[in-house]
């Protein structure tokens, strides 16, 4: 299993609890969360649609879901800073499909807020 790992704006951020050598926490301050919900819109649909017969990705797909993960993060981020934190560790990324006919997805991040030494 992977890990992952960055400073963003002066933020530490890793889907682990850093441990040995370079960045280390020096107290947890909390479960902090974000979440965003995109919505699949007809034009979408249908050019995703035509790439599922001739092949390729979809990249309006893609786009909206960096966009969605990005919003979640940016928002679990937030709520960390409002704790007093400057780093998030543990982080857990989740996708759910809703809606009735399965036109919306959520995108869901969590992780432990917590100040580093």
Do not use: H, Q
Not at 17 to 34: D, F, M, Q, T, W
Not at 77 to 84: F, I, P, Q, T, V
Request: hydrophobic letters at 45%.
């Amino acid at each position: 299993m992977g890990w992952f790992s960055k400073t963003e704006g002066g933020f530490f951020l890793a889907t682990v609890v850093p441990s040995g050598e370079g960045a280390r926490v020096e107290k947890y301050l909390g479960i902090v969360n974000g979440e965003a919900i995109i919505g699949a819109n007809i034009f979408r649909d249908m050019f995703s649609t035509v790439r599922d017969v001739v092949g390729g990705r979809a990249g309006g797909y893609e786009r909206a879901l960096s966009g969605a993960r990005d919003a979640a993060l940016k928002d679990m981020m937030e709520a960390a800073r409002e704790l007093g934190a400057d780093g998030i560790v543990g982080i857990d990324f989740d996708y759910e499909v809703l809606g009735e006919t399965n036109g919306m997805m959520m995108v869901a991040v969590s992780g432990t807020a917590a100040k580093m030494a």
